[in-house]
């Protein structure tokens, strides 16, 4: 082949090889994005309660017809969950006797203020590895008696909630939620009553905090403002790095009004709603889990400030807004 036509094909090989190495890395790059990278569900489990009840003085016996501080410090489980809920009672695995507020109390006459019961975790329709409870508050009048009583659905993280086939739904309906120890049902996250949302802020709320912690580029936004628009005082993606499903207060739909597409997930959860410094915190997240495709859209965070337990006025001169009044029945 003479010299001529050869130089005039260089060219138009060496634009074929580029274009065919281009399309070869974008193949690449695809099956690489295609790879879904599994968090460790252990770093997001539910973690166990503590608390040492004393042991009862010598003559106790339970208050008849009302709930004394006495009878928060000494009576048994079984007595106290069966006086305050009845048939229920079975279903109770733990009593929160919330010692951190003992010393509010000033004789062992006085009347109980507040109290958490937890039953007993269980699978709930086909949210793989995540198990629920039910949270009984309840309250009492001045005189003792019961004021009110608040029940509302907790889930929580207690097999590979992130695995996408291969499940063993024999295990989950029966060893991996009868298995939990009780201590851990106080450290379950509210939702709705819907298990398929709970078990949605699960995955997009770990798979944010996990990929915050993995260093690099972020594949969603993230951003943090105080009420007054300022920055905030925390460092954003550090703290969504040691964020954990038990932390959360409170979860609504809140907040998500605007929606990218009909598939999109979207929660508002609220976070150290009873912390001192720069909380709460309202944590709103967008993504989708649609079809199995998780990701993530964006993370925006607005802080709160607290001074004292009762917030001050000058912390938060405004209004909280509509979406900071996170419920978690609604």
Same mark, same amino acid.
């Given at each position: 082949m003479p010299w001529s036509i050869k130089s005039n094909l260089l060219p138009v090989l060496a634009a074929s090889f580029l274009i065919s190495c281009a399309e070869k890395s974008e193949e690449q790059l695809h099956e690489q994005?295609?790879?879904?990278?599994?968090?460790?569900?252990?770093?997001?489990?539910?973690?166990?309660?503590?608390?040492k009840v004393p042991d009862a003085p010598a003559g106790y016996a339970p208050a008849e017809e009302k709930f004394t501080f006495a009878d928060l410090k000494h009576e048994s489980d079984e007595s106290l969950s069966r006086r305050l809920l009845g048939s229920l009672a079975s279903r109770i695995v733990l009593i929160d006797r919330q010692q951190e507020r003992w010393p509010y109390y000033q004789n062992d006459d006085e009347p109980i203020h507040r109290i958490e019961l937890f039953s007993r975790p269980e699978a709930w329709g086909s949210a793989y590895g995540l198990c629920r409870i039910e949270k009984y508050e309840i309250e009492f009048s001045e005189d003792g008696s019961i004021s009110s009583i608040v029940v509302s659905p907790r889930y929580g993280v207690e097999g590979p909630i992130f695995q996408k086939d291969s499940f063993n739904w024999e295990t989950f309906r029966g060893s991996m939620c009868e298995s939990v120890l009780p201590s851990h049902a106080r450290s379950y996250f509210p939702a709705s009553e819907s298990v398929l949302e709970a078990q949605d802020l699960a995955i997009l709320?770990?798979?944010?905090?996990?990929?915050?912690?993995?260093?690099?580029?972020?594949?969603?936004?993230?951003?943090?403002?105080?009420?007054?628009?300022?920055?905030?005082?925390?460092?954003?993606?550090?703290?969504?790095?040691?964020?954990? &499903?038990?932390?959360?207060?409170?979860?609504?739909? &809140?907040?998500?009004?605007?929606?990218?597409?009909?598939?999109?997930?979207?929660?508002?959860?609220?976070?150290?709603?009873?912390?001192?410094?720069?909380?709460?915190?309202?944590?709103?997240?967008?993504?989708?889990?649609?079809?199995?495709?998780?990701?993530?859209?964006?993370?925006?965070?607005?802080?709160?400030?607290?001074?004292?337990?009762?917030?001050?006025?000058?912390?938060?001169?405004?209004?909280?807004?509509?979406?900071?009044?996170?419920?978690?029945?609604?």
């Open positions: 994005a295609a790879v879904y990278v599994e968090p460790d569900w252990q770093k997001f489990r539910s973690i166990p309660f503590e608390q709320l770990s798979i944010a905090i996990d990929q915050a912690a993995r260093g690099g580029r972020l594949s969603y936004d993230l951003s943090c403002q105080t009420y007054e628009s300022n920055a905030c005082v925390d460092d954003s993606r550090q703290y969504l790095t040691s964020l954990r &499903l038990h932390d959360i207060n409170s979860m609504s739909r &809140l907040n998500c009004s605007r929606a990218r597409a009909p598939e999109e997930d979207c929660f508002t959860v609220t976070v150290g709603e009873h912390e001192l410094g720069p909380y709460p915190k309202y944590i709103t997240i967008r993504g989708t889990t649609y079809m199995n495709e998780w990701k993530v859209y964006s993370v925006s965070i607005v802080e709160g400030f607290t001074v004292s337990r009762v917030r001050s006025s000058v912390s938060d001169p405004h209004p909280r807004p509509a979406m900071c009044r996170a419920d978690a029945r609604s």
